[in-house]
């Protein structure tokens, strides 16, 4: 539970630094891999707060945990932010104006924005959580009790 606490503040972090820090080309790519190593890392952690003996299957366990309730709050985050800048017409990082001005004009339609939004905050959990997994089980598996 500690592990994914910090987590959260990793991720929202991460989150709000990529929805308002215009990146492009190659630093898109770097802080993409940065946000996946992050998940990675938050599940090291989960599993460093295991209690000996560690094992690799109770570390996987703690960092899928740990990953979940990152990831959740990250993709929450992410909606609300996503959600406030097509609403209010602010620029959005990584998207063009064509693209931007097409979701706007979908909510303006009466399209619910969380149906077409969500998909991307599920993504998120899973692949946080996985990556956490996977770095909670490595951990767990190289470091002596």
Known sequence: MKAGLI???????????????????ALMWVSTAVGLLAYAAIGALAGWFLATPRAPGRGAGAGAIAGLISGLVAGVVGIALRFGQITSGAGMPGMSPQQAAQLRAIAQSGTPLALILAPSALCVTAIGSALSAIGGAILSAVVPD
């Open 7 to 25: 987590g959260i503040g990793v991720v929202v972090a991460l989150a709000l630094f990529g929805r308002f820090v215009p990146l492009h080309g």
